[in-house]
């Protein structure tokens, strides 16, 4: 068994789009920890991290920050520089992840599919896209359904100045059916969970909000879809070289059976309502003992 003893610092928090939900995150995940025997503490990000790290001196961290920063290689960096353990993956699969468009061109050639790529044209604030239905156009490397919109009609595009913070936009064909995902643990699917929601699509209120998406686990579809997202999710995991824990979404159009890979999260949000822990206490693993498997693989890279 690892050995608990010395600091573990729990990272949350930070200055982007989702240092909200990575404080739920956190101190979720603060609390399985001190059960679990670690002698683990919160640590708010901030742009003094390293610093902070160096005065501290954790014998490991439980990364639970989400999008920008936490997400896309930066800390992982960081941590490697500093010869600190971390969980979760490492900066190379971190940095793919995050990028949705090099994640298609990554996992594309292993048999995925994924929604097309749609060309955007900027002339100033105003925004062109030739497609006839209804698009989806969303930041290109942000994550908790943030600043994604479903555009009807592309006659009808909202400026670019209505994305705050001027971020690199993508467009994909808006995929009709129904919300997916697989959490691998370690290397293994786990199971299918069916995401329902009043909203148009899983967007951030229906993600974190008390009664803003309903969970069927395991999905009730057929078992050659089940399959299928399972093998992709273990596929794109193993791919890009995740570690721990990951999760992919999926859109299932059942009247053409159709499936389509949208994305895979390596730092999946472990709040109360979060995808990940229900799927591994179905399958045996509480929400204590998960975050304990994390932070006994925490490693630098």
Known sequence: MTDRSGLTLILMGGWTAESDVSRSSGKACCESALRMGWQAECLEVDRNIAATLIERKPKRVFNALHGQIGEDGNIQGLLNLLNIPY????????????????????????????PDDLTMVFNGDDIRIDYDGPVVIKPRNDGSSIGVMLIEDTNNIPGYSTWPGAPALMAEPMIPGRELTVAVLNGEALTVTEITQQNQFYDYEAKYAAGGSQHQLPADVPQDVADQVMAWAATAHDVLRCRGVSRSDFRWNPDK???????????????????????TAYCGTSMDELVDLLLEAAQCD
Do not use: C, W
């Not at 159709?258 to 730092?267: A, D, H, V």
């Open 87 to 114: 969980t979760h993956s490492g900066l190379l699969a971190s940095a793919i992840a995050m990028d949705k468009p090099t994640t298609k061109a990554v996992l594309r050639p292993h048999g995925i599919q994924f």
């Open 257 to 279: 059976n159709e499936i389509y890979m949208l994305e895979i999260n390596t730092q999946p949000g472990m709040t109360s309502t979060s995808l990940v822990p229900e799927q």
